[in-house]
């Protein structure tokens, strides 16, 4: 089986990918980059992806795809 890593935002496009290939056959990993410290900037999660929202989202998305 081959492996692929997918960066997930949390988002459609990068679950929708993973789910893709997924149902493919692929063993996917997904990681997600968080670009801020908690606490750091209240205006954070505003102005950019990957913020702790989106990191959540993208944790329930892998393990439902397993």
Sequence with gaps: MK???V??????DSST???LLVK??????GISLKLFTEGED???E???CCGNRGIEDARRVCEQLG
């Design 3 to 5: 492996r692929v890593v």
């Design 7 to 12: 960066a997930m935002s949390g988002g459609v």
């Design 17 to 19: 990918a993973a789910c």
């Design 24 to 29: 493919e056959g692929w063993d996917v990993i």
């Design 42 to 44: 209240p205006q954070a």
């Design 46 to 48: 505003k102005k950019m």
